[in-house]
């Protein structure tokens, strides 16, 4: 009986040059990202270098007053990343369990049906241009916080960061959402055989098995956060003070970027500079937040692992 044998005929060198040159446009397009935030966060460095060469780096963390446009200028960063906590820490008190209800909702409870209609909707709601969003907060939501509080100032972090935690939901309920998806129907299924019930499956083992992917969701809700401008700008005002309190008008980091941006500042000078401290400031505390979800996300991995 005759045994056929398979020839592998050698690739032509045109085919490999192909390949290569594919892994190089692949390489190029990963690199891109990694070139981008390196040359940002250089121009901020560059930019912010003589600013602190004439206001000291203690100085500029731990005073109480913010006022580089004054005849005798004060630059305590302490006072705008206050205003950002605070708006951050209202709106994340809505978006965080909103979503995660929501997305929990859809992957384990919501008819297919159901869960089709109602992400079209979230997607919608995620496209609704920011400047719509603070005026819909000054105009709609702060009179109806009013009628609930009258001493409330028509300016405030409380509305600013209700309207930025409705607008954050989207993303957390749509990453959570598919995280939760992505846990193998398996573990589901032994659950069910232990009796569990759905709402027991869902949030003892459903959420925990997906909860790298729904950290995720959280770390880019709180840079969306700290990130807004539009909503803060406009609702919250525009008063840079050193307070906790969402009950009072405040500025925050971005709100300062924009308020100093669009005023007649001179090219070079210390309160041109004070705007790309203010965004390195920023971009740290993004690169903070994320690192630490990169580390919440492995430790969750490594105790799955050992599980």
Do not use: C
């Amino acid at each position: 009986m005759a045994v056929a044998t398979v020839t592998h005929q050698p690739r032509r060198p045109w085919a490999r040059w192909r390949e290569h040159l594919i892994e190089w446009l692949l390489a190029g397009a990963a690199l891109v990202a990694v070139l981008t935030t390196l040359g940002i966060a250089a121009v901020l460095v560059g930019e912010s270098l003589p600013l602190f060469r004439q206001v000291s780096l203690w100085s500029f963390l731990t005073d109480t007053a913010w006022t580089p446009l004054f005849a005798e200028p004060r630059f305590g960063i302490g006072v705008l990343l206050a205003g950002t906590a605070t708006s951050s820490l209202v709106a994340l008190a809505v978006a965080i369990p909103s979503g995660t209800i929501l997305a929990m909702y859809l992957s384990e409870f919501a008819a297919g049906q159901l869960r089709e209609s109602i992400k079209p909707v979230l997607e919608l709601l995620a496209g609704v241009p920011t400047v719509v969003l603070g005026y819909f907060a000054l105009y709609t939501v702060t009179p109806f916080l009013q009628k609930l509080w009258p001493a409330l100032p028509s300016f405030n972090l409380l509305s600013a960061g209700l309207v930025m935690g409705i607008m954050i939901v989207p993303y957390v309920a749509s990453l959570s959402e598919d995280a939760l998806r992505a846990v193998p129907m398996s573990l589901r299924e032994g659950a069910y055989a232990l009796g569990a019930t759905r709402l027991q499956t869902a949030w003892q083992v459903v959420f925990p098995a997906a909860f790298s992917g729904i950290a995720a969701s959280y770390v880019l809700g709180v840079s969306r956060a700290i990130g807004e401008t539009m909503i803060v700008a406009i609702a919250a005002g525009q008063q840079p003070r050193l307070t906790l309190n969402p009950f009072e008008p405040a500025a925050t980091a971005t709100t300062y970027i924009v308020q100093v941006a669009k005023g007649d500042i001179p090219h070079g000078g210390l309160s041109y500079r004070t705007i790309f401290a203010v965004a390195l400031v920023l971009f740290l505390l993004t690169l903070a937040f994320n690192l630490a979800a990169d580390w919440v996300r492995r430790r969750q991995r490594l105790r799955g692992l050992g599980q």
